[in-house]
């Protein structure tokens, strides 16, 4: 069973930057980041499949979020910058194998989950 910790979430001003981090027990194919709001659906934001050799963001976040790794292939790192109050939510981390690419952006593919991490934006 992989375990995936996450770390680096908090509170931030508008415009504000803040660093999460997501740490698996073990190497996978895949590790992503999704989110989710109060009242709203969970929401892919960024994801790694190392086979790729680069990572894959989402557009409503990409130019803000970029997505890390270590050279170990086993912790990412989303990086957060000018956040907005739409980026208050729990930001979760993901793990799987042999993803496809049409599940990338699909919760539901992921086997392994981490617990979250508050982000929360305000002014």
Not at 29 to 45: C, L, N, S, T
Not at 48 to 71: C, E, H, I, M, Q
């Amino acid at each position: 069973q992989v375990q995936l910790v996450e770390s680096g979430g908090g509170s931030v001003q508008i415009g504000g930057s803040l660093r999460v981090s997501c740490a698996a027990s073990e190497r996978t194919d895949v590790m992503a980041w999704f989110r989710q709001a109060p009242g709203k659906e969970r929401e892919f934001v960024a994801v790694y499949r190392w086979r790729d050799g680069r990572p894959f963001v989402a557009d409503s976040v990409r130019g803000r979020f970029t997505l890390s790794k270590n050279n170990a292939k086993t912790t990412i790192y989303l990086q957060m910058n000018n956040l907005k109050p739409e980026d208050t939510a729990v930001y979760y981390c993901a793990a799987g194998m042999r993803l496809i690419t049409s599940s990338l952006q699909n919760g539901a593919a992921y086997s392994y989950w981490g617990q979250g991490t508050q982000v929360t934006v305000s002014s």
